[in-house]
């Protein structure tokens, strides 16, 4: 594990309670960092991990004859340069999101991928929450009708994390801030967008084939920092800081095969949190924050109205996910974002130890992430039409669409998973 700040130790805490997964090797450049996972380990019942320190120490940790898996938690800049590192290296990369921050870094993700013949993966954990795989499973079942459109979005009020001290737990070095500074488009597109490419089997039967991008302008940032740290004070430079990125970006993305997608990201204003998440075919309707569902009792009669609250939870009964009935009473246990992570951990090491392809690919890592740059291109050409590459050249015509994911946990040793809670709310092995 690469990275071990705000979500790097937890990660190592929660891989090493995954079935046949061994975290061997951690690295920060903080020994904080690294002294704090090496006791989360030690409370899971775990070997101390062999350290790497320094801001070359990852280098040194890719190159370890005994680990087959580079999982990396650092900044967004840094996520491209350490994933081509490991893959040279002959290790599988898993990173989190967005993966890569340029068109060109997409690009050199999948051609070294292909070229080293490893799997690099992006950790986008919200494709496997609750109603995003309840989502799929509708739309696979033909409930909600053929898919036209979706909403979805990366709500977040992060203004006291982008401002606040590392050492307080703000993000290293303030990187998020300066990244807001520079940068305009949807820089974080992937917890919306990840799960509704799996609801319209985006580069497995269609493609994003263009995108137009349009933001506000930036007041809540500023006025926040100029609230919040007095003039004159340690803090002041902070008020000075002005930011490129608008409050609200909102791009529009159209499919090949013509569907639609509205996709926002506004991590400035104070409103509540949330991911959209809303779906819509020719017969019904799912949408979450709340999850509300709905679809036609027949031909032309309309959705007017949401399913009841009673209906809908029988809705989310009938038709919840496999996997999520296997593993999610488990994974919330272990932890980590209600356990959407254990879910996606422990499902691409099934996949791993059992020969079979994973759920994301580094075409997906690709599609999703390159977005970013794309979306930055559009607003500062006044909302301009921009072409989204195809990363799959061509692939994504015949790729079969995603079928019915699942683990055999009798494959598994599951007493690693005792019902012990650590002492920081994680499960005990």
Not at 67 to 88: F, G, L, R, S
Not at 157 to 181: Q, T
Request: a negative charge; one cysteine or more; glycine letters at 8%.
């Amino acid at each position: 594990v690469i990275g071990l700040g705000n979500r790097g130790s937890d990660a190592a805490r929660r891989l090493s309670t995954v079935p046949g997964v061994d975290v061997v090797a951690i690295c920060d450049v903080r020994p904080a960092c690294i002294a704090k996972t090496q006791e989360r380990l030690r409370k899971n019942g775990k070997p101390a991990a062999r350290e790497y320190e320094g801001e070359e120490g990852w280098r040194c940790l890719c190159a370890a004859d005994d680990i087959d898996v580079v999982y990396i938690v650092t900044d967004w800049e840094k996520h491209a340069p350490m994933c081509v590192h490991a893959m040279n290296c002959g290790k599988h990369a898993f990173v989190e999101v967005p993966a890569g921050v340029t068109v060109e870094e997409c690009w050199e993700l999948v051609e070294t991928a292909e070229n080293c013949r490893v799997h690099c993966m992006m950790l986008e954990n919200c494709n496997y929450g609750d109603t995003e795989t309840l989502a799929l499973n509708l739309c696979q079942s033909g409930a909600l009708g053929e898919i036209t459109h979706a909403d979805c979005a990366y709500i977040h009020d992060l203004r006291s994390k982008c401002y606040m001290d590392p050492d307080e737990g703000g993000y290293w070095n303030y990187w998020r801030l300066r990244f807001n500074e520079k940068h305009k488009g949807n820089a974080y597109p992937t917890h919306g967008l990840g799960p509704v490419c799996w609801y319209m089997n985006i580069n497995r039967g269609d493609r994003l084939d263009y995108l137009v991008s349009l933001e506000s302008q930036q007041a809540n940032d500023e006025h926040y920092a100029g609230e919040i740290f007095p003039e004159g004070s340690p803090d002041d430079w902070k008020r000075k800081v002005r930011l490129a990125m608008g409050d609200m970006n909102t791009t529009l993305v159209k499919t090949a095969r013509g569907r639609s997608i509205m996709i926002q990201h506004d991590v400035s204003s104070p409103r509540p949190y949330t991911r959209l998440n809303t779906i819509t075919g020719t017969k019904g309707i799912l949408a979450e924050f709340p999850y509300r569902v709905g679809w036609e009792e027949k031909p032309g009669d309309g959705v007017h109205e949401f399913f009841d609250e009673k209906r809908a939870a029988a809705v989310r009964e009938e038709f919840r996910h496999p996997y999520a009935k296997t593993a999610m009473e488990i994974a919330k246990k272990v932890g980590g974002h209600g356990g959407v992570d254990f879910m996606m951990d422990l499902r691409w090491a099934y996949c791993l130890q059992n020969g079979l392809p994973l759920d994301q690919d580094v075409y997906d890592l690709a599609s999703w992430s390159t977005i970013n740059e794309l979306s930055e291109r559009s607003v500062r050409n006044r909302s301009a039409s921009v072409d989204i590459p195809d990363f799959t050249r061509g692939g994504w015509r015949n790729a079969k669409p995603l079928g019915i994911v699942d683990v055999d946990l009798k494959k598994l040793d599951t007493r690693r998973l005792d019902e012990l809670k650590s002492a920081d709310g994680g499960m005990r092995v």
